[in-house]
Each structure stands twice: as C-alpha cells, then as structure tokens.
T-cell receptor
C-alpha cells in the first residue's frame, strides 16, 4: 500500500543533543513537508521541498535542518539550537503539480520529548 | 499574511445531531483552496473535505458539507447525523501555491466530542 511512514513513533532525547526524524513516502510525490504541532495549536510549517536536492524554509525553520537526497525521503534534524523542541512532528507529501487536487497526505507523526 | 481563525475551541453534541464548526480566514489571494482536516486520538491527519475558491458550489462528502462564503471569507463545516467516530480535533486550513509546492496554513482547531 502507498503511504508515508515516520519513525519512530516516540522519541526521547537529552537536551543539547541533535536528533533526526525519519520520513519516507512511496507515493511518487515530488513535494514533501514538515510540520510541527504543539498542544492546543494547529500545524506550523517548518520546511518544505518541491524537488530532490532543493528545499525551502517555512514559518518556523530556526533550529531545524533538512535534506532531500532522494525523492522518497525527507529527514528532519532537530538541532540543539531549537529552544523548545518537545512537540509532535508531522511529515506530509503532495504531487506538487498544478492541476492536481493539491491534497497533502500525512504520515502518522513522531512525538519528540526532550528533557 | 494569510491567517485562519477557528473561534470554537471545543464543541460537544449528542450522537445523531447536526453540528457546525466555524472557520474564517484572511488572504489577499484570489485563487486558493480550503480544507477541513480531522485528527482523531490516533493523531493521524485525515482530509475530510476540500473547496476550490473559484467554485461557487459548496462541497459535500456524504455527511460532511461546507458553507463557503467567499466575500465574507468564511468556511464552515457541517456534520450531519453525527457519529461517535466523528470525535476528533478538526482543523480548517487554507492553501496557497508556493514554487511548485503548496503551503497549508492551519487554524488552531476545534475539539469535537460526540456523546452517546
């Protein structure tokens, strides 16, 4: 079945450590996205990528980094510079092409806790 | 800047009742898309319904329908014959195209509880 996988579901790290969240899709989508969700809030865009080897900052990119070496993969690194890293992180993808239905498909998310 | 406002943090209704969730947005764009997403306790984001701004006809998907008022920048979701499985967070979202990708701007959500 086609879809988006994120691993792990729960992640625990000590303050000061970098951590990388995995996102893989087999939908053959060109565009991929990372969102952050905090309690009582909607999703906010961290980074997005429309094509391999290219990505752009979203609204809250500070303290995060990404790479897009393969079409299927868009890992997110939460660096020690991120002041409040504890959150729920969602990865999404879309075809990215005009004329499409523009639907973004979401992965199951990763809950990151930093202590 | 594009913003989305959901003025009802929480709502609760009895099973089989009809419920309407409110959403307003602000944009200077003329062509855009609007969505309602559902996030059940599993936290999986599920698309409920979409509306293209250039279409005057309101979208419907089975028990879910929208009331899209473009001039008022309003996009409410109506759930008819509500079911226990409709219990979830509901997010209104506005989409604009950005360099071949699409940016979603979300509201803060409405927590909907369907009571038996």
């Amino acid at each position: 079945d086609g879809g988006i996988t994120q691993s792990p579901k729960y992640l625990f790290r000590k303050e000061g450590q970098n951590v990388t969240l995995s996102c893989e899709q087999n939908l053959n989508h060109d565009a991929m996205y990372w969102y952050r969700q905090d309690p009582g809030q909607g999703l906010r865009l961290i980074y997005y990528s429309q094509i391999v080897n290219d990505f752009q900052k979203g609204d809250i990119a500070e303290g995060y980094s990404v790479s897009r070496e393969k079409k299927e993969s868009f890992p997110l690194t939460v660096t020690s510079a991120q002041k409040n890293p504890t959150a729920f992180y969602l990865c999404a993808s879309s075809t990215g092409r005009s004329g499409s239905r523009y639907e973004q498909y979401f992965g199951p998310g990763t809950r990151l806790t930093v202590t | 800047a594009q913003t989305v406002t959901q003025s009802q943090p929480e709502m609760s209704v009895q099973e089989a009742e009809t419920v309407t969730l409110s959403c307003t947005y602000d944009t200077s764009e003329s062509n855009y898309y609007l969505f309602w997403y559902k996030q059940p306790p599993s936290r999986q984001m599920i698309l409920v319904i979409r509306q293209e701004a250039y279409k005057q006809q309101n979208a419907t998907e089975n028990r879910f329908s929208v009331n899209f008022q473009k001039a008022a920048k309003s996009f409410s979701l109506k759930i008819s014959d509500s079911q226990l499985g409709d219990t979830a967070m509901y997010f209104c979202a506005f989409m604009i195209g950005i360099q071949g990708a699409q940016k979603l701007v979300f509201g803060q959500g409405t927590r909907l509880t369907i009571n038996p």
